[in-house]
């Protein structure tokens, strides 16, 4: 099953400002591979939120904005990279979307 991705603001904000800086920069820079590497696994988590690549796992720092009560989920981006991509998301509000909460380094 393939999911329907939706943005919180500050997720699309983010998203839009790598693939600019991403678009500046030459091929093969840091900034064109951070951004990469981030639609990369918005792919992946819209066809397969659990596929071991992204290593997702449960986040309990953050609300879900639909309801307090269910989960909000972290994927990584990036490994082993000081400052590591992480993309928070959560299901719904809808069956089959998932929301893109926000994407940013690791803390």
């Given at each position: 099953?393939?999911?329907?991705?939706?943005?919180?603001?500050?997720?699309?904000?983010?998203?839009l400002d790598?693939?600019?800086?991403?678009?500046?920069?030459?091929?093969?820079?840091?900034?064109?591979?951070?951004?990469?590497?981030?639609?990369?696994?918005?792919?992946?988590?819209?066809?397969?939120?659990?596929?071991?690549?992204?290593?997702?796992?449960?986040?309990?720092?953050?609300?879900?904005?639909?309801?307090?009560?269910?989960?909000?989920?972290?994927?990584?981006?990036q490994?082993?990279?000081?400052?590591?991509?992480?993309?928070?998301?959560?299901?719904?509000?809808?069956?089959?979307q998932?929301?893109?909460?926000?994407?940013?380094?690791?803390?």
């Amino acid at each position: 099953m393939s999911f329907e991705l939706l943005y919180q603001p500050v997720a699309e904000d983010t998203l839009l400002d790598l693939r600019a800086k991403a678009k500046k920069s030459s091929i093969g820079s840091r900034q064109a591979g951070l951004y990469k590497q981030i639609h990369k696994t918005l792919k992946l988590l819209q066809e397969n939120p659990r596929h071991p690549g992204l290593k997702t796992h449960e986040y309990s720092s953050l609300d879900n904005p639909f309801n307090p009560k269910e989960k909000v989920f972290e994927a990584y981006a990036q490994n082993k990279t000081p400052g590591a991509y992480r993309v928070f998301w959560c299901y719904g509000p809808d069956k089959g979307q998932i929301t893109i909460i926000a994407i940013t380094p690791h803390p």
